[in-house]
C-alpha cells in the first residue's frame, strides 16, 4: 500500500496543534472565501507560458507559504483541485478571474504532462520538474487522476467561451485518456482474490481513480466521444464492483479504497460515491447510482450519527479528521441530490458539511469563511485542531461549501449542531475478566497488519479459554454484538461462542479465511434484546485445534441508532437509523 507522504505530514502535525478556541456566530453566514488560497497561490511564467502555482503549505500563525521539503514547491495533485475551485466559482457566480486563474492552473497542470500522457507532480524552485521523487515520477496515479478531472473539467466550461484553448485542453484530455486505457486495459475483465473478496484487477488505486471518472464524465457532458464512454465504462465498472457489506455487516456497503485490503476504508480521497453518482448520471447507468446510493444509505449515514472518522480498518478511530474526508462525502450527497433529486441527499450533504461550521468532535470551525482558510485537521479524541491552513485542506473546504451553495436544502442545514447521539460502542478485549484457562493480553510488533490495524492491545485466545466484558447500554432495545478479531486460516473449525449474561447467543466460525489469516469486523449476534444498564458479555474459544484466535475489541451496535440535531433557529430533528430493516429517516 502506497503512503502518501503529503498526507502523512499533514496528520503528524496533530503532534503540534492547538486546543480549541474561538466558535464561530451561529448566525454568521457562511460564504465563499477566496483570499487565502489566491494567498497560496503564484502567478509564474514557464516556458513562456503564464501559469499559476499553489503553495503546499502555510502553517499557524502566520500562515506563510512552506515547502514540501525533499519534494517541491507546487504539485498538480493541488494546483489541479485548485482549478475546479476557480472553475467552480466562476459557474456559480460568472466572476471572470476566476476563469483567468483556472486558465493559469491547467496551463500548469499540461505543463506536468508526460508524452505519453501519464504526468509528474512536483516542481522545484527554480521550476524544474521533479522527475524522481516517489510522490513526483511520473506515472498515472493520484496526481494524474486529478489532472485528468481538472482537465475534464476546464474543457467543459472553456468549450462555450473559448473554442481555441478548449483545444488545448481536449488534446492533454485526450492524452490522459490514452494513458487511463493503458492503464485499465492490462488487466481488464480480470479479478484477484483476497481473503475470498473478488476484486477487480484493472483499477489500482480505487480511490485515486474516481478522479479520473469524474473528468471523464465531466468532459462526456461537452463531447460525448466514443473512447470516453469506453474508459468511462471500464473505470465506473471497477469502482462499482469493489463495494462489500450491508446495513449491518461490515463494511457496510462502503467502497473500498485500496486493492490489497477488502477490509480498509478511509475517509481521504474516497470520491467513488461521487463519481459513480456523477458518471452515473451522464451515461444513464442506473446501477452506478444505486450503487452510490448503498454507500451514502449504509454507510455515511451512519457516520451522521457517529460522528466523522479517519477511517475504519476495521475498528473505526477519530483521531485525526481532515477536511479531504469530509468534502468526499458532501460532494457525493450533493452528487447523489442531482442524480436523484431526491431532497433527503441535499439534507445530507448539509449536515455533513456542517463539519466545517463547528458540528464536530472539537466544535471548532474549521473553514473560516473570513479568512477564507480551511484548518487541517483536527483529533476526535482529544478535542485539538492543527490550525495550520494549507492548500489541500483550503482546497477541499471550499469544494465542500461550493457543492451544497446552490442546493438550499443543503445549505439551510450547514450550521446545524448534534445535541444527542445513541450509536456504536467499543470495548477493548484487553479489559476482560478470566473465566476459564490462560487468555493473554498481547501487544502487537505493529499496529499495521498489512492490510488491516490493530486498535491497540490484543487478547490471545487458545481452546477453551473464556473471557468476560462488562458492557452498559444507556437505553433499552435491540442490539447486535460484533467484534474485531482475526479470522483464521485453517482446516480445523474454530468457533467463538457468546453468551450475554449467562444466556448462549451465538458460535460464530471463525476459521473459513480462504488464504491467510485477517482482521475483519465480525457479525456475532443477531439482535438481542437488552434493557438499560450495564451487561456481561463471555467470550469462549470452541476448537479441537491448538490454534489460538486474537480479539481486539467487542462493538456493541444498537439496531436502532439515532442524532439529534439543533438548526440555528432551536428546531431540532432527528436521523433515525435501523439496521436491520435497512432504513434511514429524516424527522423533523
Not at 502567478?43 to 507560458?49: C, L, P, R, S
Not at 451544497?404 to 456504536?424: C, E, G, Y
Not at 482482521?519 to 491448538?546: C, E, F, M, R
Request: charged share 25%; hydrophobic share 35%; glycine share 6%.
Amino acid at each position: 500500500m502506497k503512503v502518501f507522504q503529503k498526507i502523512l505530514i499533514v496528520l503528524l502535525a496533530f503532534s503540534l496543534s492547538v486546543p480549541t478556541g474561538a466558535k464561530a456566530s451561529p448566525t454568521e453566514e457562511v460564504k465563499i472565501n477566496l483570499d487565502h488560497l489566491d494567498f497560496l497561490n503564484e502567478e509564474v511564467t514557464i516556458d513562456g507560458k503564464d501559469m499559476l502555482i499553489t503553495h503546499i503549505y502555510s502553517e499557524y500563525p502566520e500562515y506563510n507559504w512552506v515547502d514540501a521539503s525533499g519534494e517541491g514547491i507546487a504539485c498538480v495533485d493541488d494546483v489541479a483541485r485548485a482549478a475546479i475551485v476557480y472553475l467552480n466559482h466562476y459557474e456559480q457566480t460568472g466572476n471572470k478571474e476566476s476563469l483567468d486563474k483556472a486558465k493559469k492552473a491547467l496551463n500548469f497542470v499540461m505543463y506536468m504532462q508526460a508524452e505519453d500522457g501519464e504526468f509528474y507532480n512536483f516542481i522545484n524552485h527554480d521550476f524544474s520538474i521533479n522527475t524522481d521523487g516517489s510522490t513526483s515520477k511520473k506515472s498515472f496515479d493520484w496526481w494524474a487522476a486529478r489532472g485528468m478531472w481538472a482537465l475534464g473539467h476546464g474543457y467543459r466550461v472553456f468549450s462555450k467561451v473559448d473554442q481555441t484553448y478548449a483545444k488545448e485542453l481536449e488534446k492533454s484530455f485526450l492524452l490522459a485518456n490514452d494513458a487511463l486505457q493503458r492503464k485499465v486495459n492490462k488487466s481488464y475483465g480480470q479479478y484477484h482474490e483476497v481473503h475470498g473478496y473478488k476484486i477487480p484487477s484493472w483499477i489500482s488505486g480505487f480511490d485515486a481513480m474516481s478522479n479520473s471518472l469524474l473528468g471523464l464524465a465531466e468532459f462526456y457532458q461537452a463531447k460525448p466521444l466514443p473512447v470516453i464512454k469506453d474508459s468511462m465504462l471500464k473505470v465506473g465498472r471497477g469502482l462499482e464492483e469493489y463495494q462489500f457489506g450491508t446495513y449491518d455487516q461490515y463494511p457496510f456497503g462502503a467502497h473500498l479504497d485500496w486493492e490489497g485490503s477488502p477490509t480498509l476504508w478511509h475517509a481521504w480521497g474516497s470520491g467513488q460515491a461521487f463519481a459513480l453518482a456523477k458518471a452515473g448520471a451522464v451515461l444513464k447507468k442506473k446501477e452506478w447510482i444505486d450503487s452510490a446510493k448503498k454507500e451514502a444509505d449504509e454507510w455515511f449515514s451512519h457516520l451522521l450519527v457517529t460522528g466523522m472518522i479517519k477511517e475504519m480498518a476495521p475498528t473505526a478511530s477519530n483521531d485525526e479528521q481532515i477536511a479531504y474526508g469530509v468534502s468526499m462525502l458532501t460532494q457525493a450527497y450533493a452528487e447523489l441530490y442531482k442524480a436523484t433529486h431526491q431532497k433527503k441527499y441535499a439534507q445530507y450533504a448539509g449536515i455533513t458539511a456542517s463539519w466545517f461550521t463547528g458540528n464536530n468532535d472539537a466544535k471548532f470551525v474549521m473553514y473560516d469563511s473570513n479568512t477564507g482558510r480551511g484548518y487541517d485537521g483536527l483529533n476526535g479524541q482529544t478535542g485539538k485542531v492543527n490550525m495550520n491552513s494549507g492548500a489541500e485542506s483550503t482546497i477541499e473546504s471550499l469544494l465542500a461549501i461550493q457543492a451544497i451553495q446552490l442546493i438550499p436544502q443543503a445549505k439551510s442545514l450547514l450550521q446545524v449542531k448534534t445535541t444527542d447521539r445513541h450509536t456504536t460502542s467499543v470495548y477493548e478485549a484487553e479489559n476482560f475478566t478470566t473465566l476459564e484457562g490462560n487468555p493473554e493480553i498481547i501487544t502487537p510488533a505493529s499496529a499495521w497488519t498489512g492490510d488491516a490495524l490493530y486498535s491497540g492491545k490484543v487478547v490471545k485466545l487458545s481452546k477453551n479459554d473464556s473471557i468476560q466484558l462488562e458492557v452498559e447500554t444507556k437505553k433499552p432495545g435491540e442490539y447486535l454484538v460484533n467484534a474485531a478479531l482475526e479470522r483464521k486460516n485453517s482446516d480445523e473449525a474454530i468457533n467463538l461462542e457468546v453468551r450475554v449474561d449467562g444466556r448462549l447467543i451465538s458460535s460464530t466460525l471463525v476459521s473459513d479465511s480462504p488464504d491467510t489469516d485477517y482482521l475483519s469486523l465480525v457479525k456475532l449476534s443477531d439482535p438481542i434484546q437488552l434493557t438499560t444498564g450495564k451487561h456481561k458479555v463471555t467470550l469462549t474459544l470452541k476448537s479441537n485445534s491448538s490454534e489460538a484466535l486474537l480479539v481486539d475489541n467487542v462493538v456493541l451496535q444498537p439496531v436502532e441508532e439515532y442524532a439529534t440535531f439543533v438548526k440555528e433557529n432551536d428546531e431540532t430533528f432527528k436521523l433515525e437509523r435501523n439496521l436491520v430493516k435497512g432504513k434511514n429517516k429524516l424527522k423533523f
